[in-house]
């Protein structure tokens, strides 16, 4: 897999920061050759993926991007951008993406909302539901494995919650009309969010990866450690990754 990790997004900056006048497009602080270069890349070699690529506040980027810049939050924002870029190129090329995503679940999830939201808008007049629907599977990756996954069970909840409004949205939209389930209908229904393809294939979109290294040698406490258990049961066995990272 090829591109930019989000943790040395200083490696794309301009030469000198301190002289570029952004006028309100923080975009001018990078160096955009790396996006031609990615593209070119993908398109001479077809079994390419895409990244390691996401968000970081842990990023030494972050931590040390010049205060009279906008510090944290302006880094933040570069990240965002850059992710957004090369979720898009994978998505146009049809190649699974993996994500580094640290103490950004919000920010990981404003980009998968802003991706439909786009995607959505993009064919508003179309007639055809069906074709409006694979119009918006389209505008993401094939796949998306999120590396090392150090959310919580609420995370994954989300992520499988939007996923469903991308495969199901009809259901999704019944399901606005009910009231809410219950906790043991919910996870009856778990194994049933993936909807079949013509090829009769489940349509996954998201994978979670967990390592010993990450997810159990780097915990800090056992309250995380369980946490990190109880993230990895409440996700469906077909969307489990076990990662080779050592330390």
Known sequence: ALGVHPWYLGDILVDDISNVDIEEDITKYMKWDWLTELE????????????EIGMCKMARFVREFPKEKGGKATALQLQKIVFKKQLDLAAKWSRPVTVHCVNAHGLFME?????????????????DISEAKKHWRRAFPPAIGMHSFTGTAHHVGEILAFEKEILYPEEVEAGGKRRRRKQKQQEADKDEMQQLTQDGEKDVLFYFGFSHAVNHVMCTSEKARKKGSEAVRSIPSDRLLVESDIL
Do not use: I, Q, Y
Not at 40 to 51: A, C, E
Not at 113 to 123: F, I, M, N, P, Y
């Open 40 to 51: 070119t890349h993908l398109s001479n070699h077809p079994h390419l993926l895409v990244g």
């Open 111 to 127: 980009v998968m909302r802003d991706t439909l939201k786009e995607a959505k808008e993009s064919c508003v007049e179309m007639d």
